[in-house]
């Protein structure tokens, strides 16, 4: 996955279509991301209303859509929550349809079983169903949540879905188009022995979180009890009677080389970005001090408007690149800048000159753009401490 700045935590958006989905094939993925210090966001698009019931309490809910879907409601929630609390959107609803856009629901499209094995097409599909809705409906909705997270990658099924089922396959073309359209890496869910994985996630370690939220799933899957003599083995009997394994790691392969993420401070920046960068900061520099020389000595009913305002441009200038770039270069640079174009200005004049007076706003015109400048070259780097501190907190989350 893309690595993200160190001013901020990666930020991975995990698209599914039904609540089940995210925790059987991705959930290892998204408690070691959230145990690392990530920011997880979980995107479902439908409640999975034509979903089984498969326990003799829950046997009566069958076939009643909205009382199926209010059921698996819970269940991510509690499935979520074990995994470590990423957050949840909806397609359709808020963070992930565009605000001009009224909120809407997409259903489960449903399925059947192929003489292949592999899922196909139900042939009774609502007319609100995934499937049933204008792709490029989803594929907005779907970078209205890109948007809405600050999403660094987009996770989702490859393109047969996993298994063919149809709502798979529909959230796998939508979140590929919605991540290419947002500019963003786009992966996809494979099976560990595929001949094409770029990523490998070893997802042991979180065993017991993944085994709590597959168990909130009652009604989909039966979890088998745990193997005293192999604790970490996980495995549950699906609706149609066939028995899955949690694997050891979790595979994933980039759909393209992700787009690169453009520089955020000095440090990042090519040389011949550096360079420029250095090269802008002594034109903004001349231009502040010959600026601040010709008008530091204006007033306004008798207030010193010229020397206040000057020095706060210098001020916000200075202090601004430091904070943006994290550069001592390019704030020495507009400082030294500054200082030469009120000195190349000032004597022209010679010892009369017009320019910096002798009087309170020529002496703080002549010595606040040094002062602020060396005050803010003087400030330490913070973003170090910070990074180390998340690490640390990341360590001790993960030796608990």
Known sequence: MSKAPATRPERV???????????????GTIATLLELGAEV????????????????????LAGDGPRVAAHRETEIAAALAALGGPAHLWLGGRGARPTDLPERRYTDSGMQWGPDGRATAADDAPADSLTAADLGEVVDDLRAAIRSTGADAVVSYADDG???????????????????AEEVPFSMIVDPDAPEVDLTVDVVPVREKVRA??????????????DPADPQRLTWVMPHGVRQAA????????????VPRAPETFA???GQGKVTALVVAAVAGLVVGGL????????????????????LIVLGL????????????MVATVGIAIIVATQVLSSVGGQSSPLVLANVAGYVWTFAPAAITAFTLAWPDLSGLRARAAAARADERSAS
Do not use: K, N
């Open 247 to 258: 694997p050891a790691v979790e595979a994933f392969r980039h759909d393209a080389d992700p």
């Open 213 to 226: 939220a597959v168990e909130q799933y009652r009604s989909q899957v039966t979890v088998d009890p745990v």
């Open 292 to 311: 601040g020389t010709v008008t530091h000595q204006q007033t306004l009913g008798g207030f010193p408007v010229g020397m206040v305002l000057t020095t």
């Open 162 to 180: 996993g298994y063919g089922h149809p709502d798979h396959v529909r959230v796998h073309h939508a979140a590929r188009y919605a991540a290419r």
């Open 318 to 329: 200075v202090v601004g690149l430091r904070l943006l770039y994290r550069s001592r270069a």
């Open 268 to 270: 990042e920046l090519s």
């Open 41 to 60: 966001t979980v995107l479902t698009a439908t409640r999975g209303e034509r979903g089984e019931m498969l326990t003799e309490a829950l046997a009566p």
């Open 13 to 27: 958006l995990f698209v599914h279509a039904h609540p089940d989905d995210e925790t059987l094939s991705s959930g």
